[in-house]
């Protein structure tokens, strides 16, 4: 069972872009997208609606901003967006799925950059990733299986980006968001790509749209699934696609033993 992430940077760009010749070709049983930049009735025919996959949108209530997006070759049997906090729910950035015993979380995490480049969000940053937390924990404890996917605007250890040091002080990378993150690692979710792959370097999810930095691989893995206890056993690999193109991310997921879904 094949499972994608994929902030796609404005779904109508990355349509125009091959997105649907991807999508069909892609081998996923589900794909989660974010950064959706658009409401559904803005989307074509083709986007809301393409053969072989059901389709659910949450878009933010700001035109053109954030928004998620699930695909899917089976519907989910529950979903749904609310995260019970208006300052959450109104940037559409969740959607909580369920496909028999498995849960999936498609999240589009927020910048902490603010709109100067000031840091002015990380505040904001925390408090959603603690919010989403909170939300998952019981399922987590009493053993169910979850996957968090998504584009998690941080990377996590020195690794994980091409100039660690030049970056300590920007967002994505300060030491309040990785203590984030190691918070939620610490009580027993799994960077399936770390597990997969402990030791692998210059593997990244985002680069900047600047001249030559995809080219020469100046980038960011800041796009993970991250795994609970009941879903890891399940887990057959973990992927990043950096040559799929559309995007300043690129896709990434996992494969897992159908199972999963009980």
Not at 19 to 30: E, T, V, Y
Not at 210 to 238: C, H, T
Request: proline fraction near 5%; charged fraction near 30%; include cysteine.
């Amino acid at each position: 069972m094949r499972i994608i992430s994929w902030n796609v940077n404005g779904l109508r760009a990355c349509v125009r872009k091959g997105f649907l010749d991807w999508l069909g070709q892609s081998s996923a049983s589900i794909v989660g997208i974010q950064e959706l930049r658009a409401r559904p009735e803005q989307l074509s025919a083709e986007a809301r609606d393409p053969e072989g996959y059901s389709a659910d949108f949450f878009p933010a209530e700001r035109p053109g901003y954030s928004g998620v997006g699930l695909y899917s070759k089976q519907e989910p049997d529950e979903l749904t967006t609310v995260m019970g906090a208006a300052e959450f729910d109104e940037e559409g950035r969740m959607q909580l799925a369920r496909w028999g015993k498995l849960w999936i979380a498609n999240v589009y995490f927020p910048n902490g950059s603010g709109k100067n480049r000031d840091n002015s969000r990380i505040p904001y940053k925390l408090s959603f990733y603690q919010r989403l937390f909170e939300m998952l924990e019981e399922r987590r404890a009493k053993g169910e299986p979850i996957l968090v996917m998504g584009d998690f605007n941080t990377a996590h250890r020195e690794i994980d980006l091409a100039r660690p040091k030049q970056n300590k002080e920007t967002s994505g990378f300060r030491a309040e968001e990785r203590a984030e993150l190691d918070r939620w690692i610490s009580h027993g979710w799994t960077d399936t790509f770390r597990h997969c792959y402990p030791d692998k370097s210059e593997v990244y999810s985002w680069w900047s749209n600047r001249k030559g930095v995809r080219e020469r691989n100046v980038g960011w893995r800041i796009d993970y699934v991250l795994a609970s206890e009941g879903a890891l056993p399940f887990l057959k690999d973990s992927f990043i696609l950096t040559d799929d193109m559309g995007s300043d991310h690129c896709p990434i997921g996992v494969e897992v033993d159908s199972k999963i879904r009980g």
